[in-house]
């Protein structure tokens, strides 16, 4: 499975972006997409994920609970990350990922990242 990201750049406090990710190989193993992020000194955290099955489940870090949605097109084979009232807090590298199985913190392969600049 091949993940390629896009989408990020510079937002002011308040905007909006949308992130996108485009699967290509063996797609039909997957089970669960992902978007992680990592900023600058700090640890790659999972920002949301959603389950690849009809009516698939989301779930969301609490930080960006209400201002972020996954979703995912699969006549595209694309995932994306609509990031809406963008905080500086959210500048970070992201991450498009997918697994195999539903654990929540394990994923077998990993986009590029794209990076978000939230910034005045």
């Known amino acids: 499975v091949q993940l390629q990201a896009s989408g990020g750049g510079l937002v002011q406090p308040g905007g909006s972006l949308r992130l996108s990710c485009v699967a290509s190989?063996?797609?039909?193993?997957?089970?669960?997409m992902k978007w992680y992020r990592q900023a600058p000194g700090k640890e790659r955290e999972l920002v949301a994920r959603l389950i690849v099955s009809s009516g698939g489940s989301t779930l969301y870090a609490d930080s960006v609970k209400g201002r972020f949605t996954i979703s995912r097109d699969y006549t595209k084979n694309t995932l994306y990350l609509q990031m809406n009232n963008l905080k500086p807090e959210d500048t970070a590298v992201y991450y498009c990922a997918a697994s195999h199985g539903y654990e929540l913190h394990v994923s077998d392969f990993w986009g590029q990242g794209t990076l978000v600049t939230v910034s005045s």
């Open positions: 190989g063996s797609i039909f193993s997957i089970n669960a």
